[in-house]
């Protein structure tokens, strides 16, 4: 189970995620919307105040965006999550679209050990050994955020009293929320989209939904797809046991060489995050964001496995969709890596040692195999893969959650989750009553995808969506109201 499970965990998530995987992001904001990189000087550990430690330090990209920015405004800050900047950047237009309405500067962070912000100098070399990648937490992470508003408000902007807003997707999500969490004096509010901040080990959340959620969503666009989806397991499985059967599902699904029986398992795995990915980016117009996909795309895949009454036979004519929509790939390459510029090294260490997310799907309530995660079995296997311990209910602690361990203390956070996003099964959704000591909107978005709300404003666009960002807007002008300043849009 866990050689199956713990690559479809990392590959899954993404938000970027999340992821969360995919080819690069890129056409969600105006082109015009540009940048200036530059590297700071960062800490490689925030917790040590030994004059060694203090001078350990290596390079942190960020980038600015000043063309709003006036004294007085804002700062706009996007907790970077799994991979490089520039994605996340490419792929947040709302930050820039109210930036003008705030007078505010446009900041986005790399998170430490992704793109080019290493540690130890190159990947490898940053997860060479426990001594180097040990620094890469979730609680290194924030500090580095956190130095980073500081010096921007202290020196760069030169303003201290600018008030600051984090913003995040999926991951970013949840470090936007625990940034105005744990540093409220550096931080005035946040925005935390798709953030499944109750998902992690001991918090009371039922570990089948998000497959449940998916498996609703392939429903809705067509009520015999995810029975479909669900009877082409067993015979993918036993298509497998055969050299002529794996011949079949070779030319089926074009892959790239010759199925054998791991490459069976690897086809197996990657249907399964196809499903997952085309449920987190099932928005209503076409993007590129894990692939090049039409509008609404499980509505597209259910429509082209209508074609056939062979189940594989179908089920290969809906992945064509997914993996080759524009018809330039020359075939499915199974071993590639499906993250693109996003960090596979880096998610798949904190998914294993802090950031664990168990995920489990039940045949008798959605459409996928009897998958249930095992935490024991699934730390053994980190542990040894990684020569460290893993700590499944630090998150728990730390920053608290359901199941008693409450939100009691926060305030001025924005959660948001889409109705269609499989994530929003670990995200505040799941709860109607208050859960903070004030203003933390929870807003369940009705025809939302993965943090389509912070993508850029389309014609496309659903009623849902838009008032979703208009509460946003409203929340935003509440934590950085000031005597005498208007706020028009």
Same mark, same amino acid.
């Given at each position: 189970?866990?050689?199956?499970?713990?690559?479809?965990?990392?590959?899954?998530?993404?938000?970027?995620?999340?992821?969360?995987?995919?080819?690069?992001?890129?056409?969600?904001?105006?082109?015009?919307?540009?940048?200036?990189?530059?590297? /700071?000087?960062?800490?490689?550990?925030?917790?040590?105040?030994?004059?060694?430690?203090?001078?350990?330090?290596?390079?942190?990209?960020?980038?600015?965006?000043?063309?709003?920015?006036?004294?007085?405004?804002?700062?706009?800050?996007?907790?970077?999550?799994?991979?490089?900047?520039?994605?996340?950047?490419?792929?947040?237009?709302?930050?820039?679209?109210?930036?003008?309405?705030?007078?505010?500067?446009?900041?986005?962070?790399?998170?430490?050990?992704?793109?080019?912000?290493?540690?130890?100098?190159?990947?490898?070399?940053?997860?060479?050994?426990?001594?180097?990648?040990?620094?890469?937490?979730?609680?290194?992470?924030?500090?580095?955020?956190?130095?980073?508003?500081?010096?921007?408000?202290?020196?760069?902007?030169?303003?201290?009293?600018?008030?600051?807003?984090?913003?995040?997707?999926?991951?970013?999500? #949840?470090?936007?929320?625990?940034?105005?969490?744990?540093?409220?004096?550096?931080?005035?509010?946040?925005?935390?989209?798709?953030?499944?901040?109750? #998902?992690?080990?001991? #918090?009371?959340?039922?570990?089948?939904?998000?497959?449940?959620?998916?498996?609703?969503?392939?429903?809705?666009?067509?009520?015999?797809?995810?029975?479909?989806?669900?009877?082409?397991?067993?015979?993918?499985?036993?298509?497998?046991?055969?050299?002529?059967?794996?011949?079949?599902?070779?030319?089926?699904?074009?892959?790239?060489?010759?199925?054998?029986?791991?490459? /069976?398992?690897?086809?197996?795995?990657?249907?399964?995050?196809?499903?997952?990915?085309?449920?987190?980016?099932? %928005?209503?117009?076409?993007?590129?964001?894990?692939?090049?996909?039409? @509008?609404?795309?499980?509505?597209?895949?259910?429509?082209?496995?209508?074609?056939?009454?062979? /189940?594989?036979?179908?089920?290969?004519?809906?992945?064509?969709? %997914?993996?080759?929509?524009?018809?330039?790939?020359?075939?499915?390459?199974?071993?590639?890596?499906?993250?693109?510029?996003?960090? #596979?090294?880096?998610?798949?260490?904190?998914?294993?040692?802090?950031?664990?997310?168990?995920?489990?799907?039940?045949?008798?309530?959605?459409?996928?195999?009897?998958?249930?995660?095992?935490?024991?079995?699934?730390?053994?296997?980190?542990?040894?893969?990684?020569?460290?311990?893993?700590?499944?209910?630090?998150?728990? %602690?730390?920053?608290?959650?359901?199941?008693?361990?409450?939100?009691?203390?926060?305030?001025?956070?924005?959660?948001?989750?889409?109705?269609?996003?499989?994530? @929003?099964?670990?995200?505040?959704?799941?709860?109607?009553?208050?859960?903070?000591?004030?203003?933390?909107?929870?807003?369940?978005?009705?025809?939302?995808?993965?943090?389509?709300?912070?993508?850029?404003?389309?014609?496309?666009?659903?009623?849902?969506?838009?008032?979703?960002?208009?509460?946003?807007?409203?929340?935003?002008?509440?934590?950085?109201?000031?005597?005498?300043?208007?706020?028009?849009?």
């Amino acid at each position: 189970m866990i050689t199956l499970l713990l690559p479809l965990l990392a590959s899954l998530q993404i938000t970027a995620t999340q992821n969360l995987m995919g080819s690069l992001l890129r056409n969600s904001v105006p082109q015009d919307n540009t940048w200036k990189t530059i590297y /700071v000087q960062q800490r490689v550990d925030h917790f040590a105040f030994d004059q060694a430690s203090n001078e350990r330090r290596f390079s942190q990209k960020i980038l600015v965006n000043l063309d709003h920015w006036k004294p007085g405004g804002s700062l706009f800050f996007y907790t970077g999550n799994e991979g490089a900047i520039e994605l996340f950047a490419q792929n947040t237009g709302f930050v820039f679209d109210i930036a003008p309405a705030f007078d505010a500067a446009v900041v986005f962070a790399e998170h430490r050990y992704y793109g080019v912000s290493m540690p130890f100098g190159s990947l490898n070399e940053s997860f060479s050994d426990w001594t180097k990648s040990r620094y890469c937490t979730v609680e290194q992470a924030l500090a580095d955020f956190a130095d980073n508003i500081v010096w921007l408000k202290e020196s760069y902007l030169n303003k201290s009293d600018t008030p600051a807003i984090t913003f995040g997707g999926s991951y970013g999500g #949840m470090l936007a929320a625990w940034m105005r969490a744990k540093y409220p004096s550096l931080v005035q509010g946040a925005i935390a989209a798709s953030a499944p901040v109750w #998902m992690f080990p001991g #918090m009371a959340q039922d570990s089948t939904l998000p497959y449940e959620i998916i498996t609703g969503v392939f429903r809705d666009a067509l009520p015999e797809c995810p029975v479909k989806i669900a009877q082409s397991w067993d015979q993918i499985t036993e298509l497998g046991k055969t050299k002529t059967g794996r011949t079949q599902l070779s030319n089926l699904f074009h892959t790239c060489k010759p199925l054998d029986r791991d490459g /069976v398992a690897a086809l197996a795995t990657w249907l399964n995050g196809m499903y997952f990915d085309m449920a987190m980016v099932n %928005y209503p117009y076409p993007t590129s964001f894990l692939a090049e996909l039409p @509008a609404w795309p499980v509505k597209e895949f259910c429509r082209r496995t209508n074609g056939s009454e062979d /189940v594989v036979t179908a089920i290969a004519a809906g992945a064509q969709m %997914y993996s080759n929509y524009t018809g330039k790939v020359k075939c499915l390459d199974l071993d590639s890596d499906p993250a693109g510029d996003l960090g #596979m090294t880096g998610w798949e260490f904190q998914a294993c040692l802090e950031m664990i997310l168990p995920i489990s799907s039940d045949k008798s309530v959605d459409m996928f195999p009897d998958e249930q995660f095992d935490l024991k079995a699934y730390v053994s296997y980190c542990e040894q893969r990684w020569n460290s311990t893993a700590r499944p209910f630090w998150l728990k %602690y730390f920053f608290g959650g359901m199941d008693g361990y409450d939100y009691s203390g926060y305030s001025n956070i924005f959660f948001s989750n889409g109705k269609l996003d499989p994530w @929003a099964a670990g995200g505040t959704a799941v709860l109607d009553e208050k859960f903070c000591l004030s203003d933390c909107p929870n807003v369940l978005i009705e025809e939302g995808a993965h943090h389509l709300d912070l993508r850029s404003s389309n014609p496309a666009d659903p009623e849902s969506v838009l008032d979703a960002r208009k509460q946003e807007i409203e929340a935003i002008k509440r934590w950085t109201d000031r005597s005498g300043r208007k706020v028009e849009l």
